[in-house]
């Protein structure tokens, strides 16, 4: 079946540099795109990355100076970094499977929290 | 950047009443293809969101028909007639005509 897991350091200090994985099984991500998805505690969501089955990418336009989205398809993972870190980036970060056919995130990971404090 | 506003923020309702939630774009998501690329998602307490609706009115798979999307252009709709107790939790539409893609700011569902 369909998963996702995200994976990540927990606890980050401030101006360091954040890396993600998101594992996925089930699926194939030369057949699908994955995106990052991140929330705030207590706010909404907000979409940080993208990188689809073609390989292409795409950014959040805020963000984009600090992002960096790749996959390793022999592990079938997808990683972000995100360097510079704020206090105001700490949130849980969510990926998700994007299916080209009904043009939505299908399949969600339950999600890591990341924390940037000293 | 597209900015998705929705409203109400915030919605109690009645177990069995109707809900409707409003999500109003700053830009046309009807895409150059005619395809417009506005989804619906619910997250529940505690847990990661899930799809409803996909391609404004299309109910994803096992989501209830009570589920109802609707709209064109900049406008759109959720509606959720006879509200159960399983719905409440933050809705929120999702653009992809435009890069790069965004969220509206979320509709909380409380139950009376």
């Known amino acids: 079946q369909v998963q996702l897991k995200e994976s990540g350091p927990g606890l980050v200090q401030p101006s360091r540099t954040l890396s993600l994985t998101c594992t996925v099984s089930g699926f194939s991500l030369t057949s699908y795109g994955v995106s990052w998805v991140r929330q705030p505690p207590g706010k909404g969501l907000e979409w940080i990355a993208a990188i689809w089955s073609g390989g292409s990418t795409d950014y959040n336009s805020a963000l984009k100076s600090r992002l960096s989205i790749s996959r390793d398809t022999s592990k079938s993972q997808v990683l972000l970094k995100m360097n510079s870190l704020q206090t105001e980036d700490t949130a849980m970060y969510f990926c998700?499977?994007?299916?080209?056919?009904?043009?939505?995130?299908?399949?969600w990971g339950q999600g890591v929290m990341v924390t940037v404090s000293s | 950047d597209v900015v998705l506003t929705q409203t109400p923020v915030s919605l109690s309702v009645t177990l069995g009443d109707q809900a409707s939630i409003s999500c109003r774009s700053s830009q046309s998501l009807e895409y150059s293809d005619g395809y417009t690329y506005l989804e619906w998602y619910l997250q529940k307490p505690g847990q990661s969101p899930q799809l409803l609706i996909y391609g404004v009115s299309n109910r994803f798979s096992g989501v209830p028909d009570r589920f109802i999307g609707s709209g064109s252009g900049t406008d759109f709709t959720l509606k959720i007639s006879r509200v159960e107790p399983e719905d409440l939790g933050v809705y929120y539409c999702?653009?992809?005509?435009?890069?790069?893609?965004?969220f509206g700011s979320g509709t909380k569902l409380e139950i009376k």
């Open positions: 998700a499977r994007w299916d080209s056919y009904i043009y939505s995130f299908d399949y």
């Open positions: 999702f653009q992809a005509t435009h890069d790069p893609l965004t």
